[in-house]
């Protein structure tokens, strides 16, 4: 059973920042990409970031190219997302998910997260 948790949401002010993490269990980690997509009230599910299995491959949307990165730490079993001068286009759920196929569509990963709130005021 691969379990996502994911943690580090919360209210922040515009212009401030966020780390997101998501803790991984039931499965080999380090082997699988991974990637953090977000869905707000109203709103269709959208991909924000998502990394190769090594790290070294990384992608963003443009909506948050510049101001997010996204890492990991295989031997943590973690991913992360630092997100900077948040917007409050930004709030929305954020979700972690692993798949075994990186790319920037719902349907290249099979396992998420339970999601966190990410709320920005303006």
């Known amino acids: 059973q691969v379990m996502l948790v994911e943690s580090g949401g919360g209210l922040v002010q515009a212009g401030g920042s966020l780390r997101l993490s998501c803790a991984a269990s039931?499965?080999?980690?380090?082997?699988?990409?991974m990637a953090w997509f977000r869905q707000a009230p109203g709103k269709e599910r959208e991909f924000v970031a998502s990394?190769?299995?090594?790290?070294?491959?990384?992608t963003y949307a443009n909506s948050v190219k510049g101001r997010s990165t996204i890492s990991r730490d295989n031997a943590k079993n973690t991913l992360y997302l630092q997100m900077n001068s948040l917007k409050p286009e930004d709030t929305a759920v954020y979700y972690c998910?692993?798949?075994?196929?990186?790319?920037?569509?719902?349907?290249?990963?099979?396992?998420w997260g339970q999601g966190t709130q990410v709320t920005v005021s303006s």
């Open positions: 990394i190769s299995w090594s790290g070294g491959i990384r």
């Open positions: 039931g499965r080999t980690f380090s082997s699988y990409p």
């Open positions: 998910a692993s798949g075994s196929r990186l790319g920037s569509s719902s349907s290249d990963y099979n396992y």
